[in-house]
């Protein structure tokens, strides 16, 4: 490479990392639901009457989110991250949640209804108004260090 063109090319780099820096400063602001799937890091995001309904969203982190009248119907869930989330109104109604983590969650009005919790720990959860007996339980850790094992197979 030339070296009269190694500032040149310096430049380009700093801005593109500035734009960068200034897009991610940006989408926390904004509504950012289109960007779950895109991030897979939505950790401390806040959502509010949002539908993820039928969505791919496997492995995202929303660790310490605020999720509230949010609808995750059908949609696929593998692994995701509630770790210490307050999740209130949510439905996740026919969801597949294998393998998610709700540890130190407070889960209130939270619907888990033919859901798949199979592998999913709720370790330290605080449920409120929430019952798991009508989802899929199988390997499940469930509030008081319980495993349930109802619906193993």
């Given amino acids: 490479m030339n070296t009269m ?3 040149i090319l310096g430049l380009m780099i700093a801005g593109m990392l500035t ?5 991610a400063l940006d989408a926390q602001g904004l509504d950012r639901s289109a960007d779950v ?4 890091d939505c950790e401390g995001c806040v ?3 949002q539908d993820f309904s039928e969505r791919k969203l496997m492995g995202v982190n929303l660790a310490s989110a605020q999720l509230s009248n949010i609808v995750f119907d059908r949609a696929a869930m593998n692994f995701v991250i509630f770790d210490g989330a307050s999740l209130r109104n ?3 109604v026919g969801a597949d949640l294998s393998g998610a983590s709700f540890v130190g969650s407070r889960l209130i009005d939270v619907t888990f209804d033919g859901a798949d919790l199979k592998g999913a720990v709720f370790e330290g959860a605080i449920l409120e108004r929430t019952n798991l007996q009508l989802a899929r339980l199988c390997n499940t850790q469930i509030p008081g260090d319980i495993l349930e094992n109802s619906d193993c197979r």
């Fill in 90 to 92: 949510v439905s996740f």
């Fill in 5 to 7: 063109n190694r500032p």
């Fill in 47 to 49: 959502f509010d009457k």
């Fill in 37 to 40: 799937k895109m991030l897979g």
């Fill in 19 to 23: 734009l960068a820096a200034t897009y």
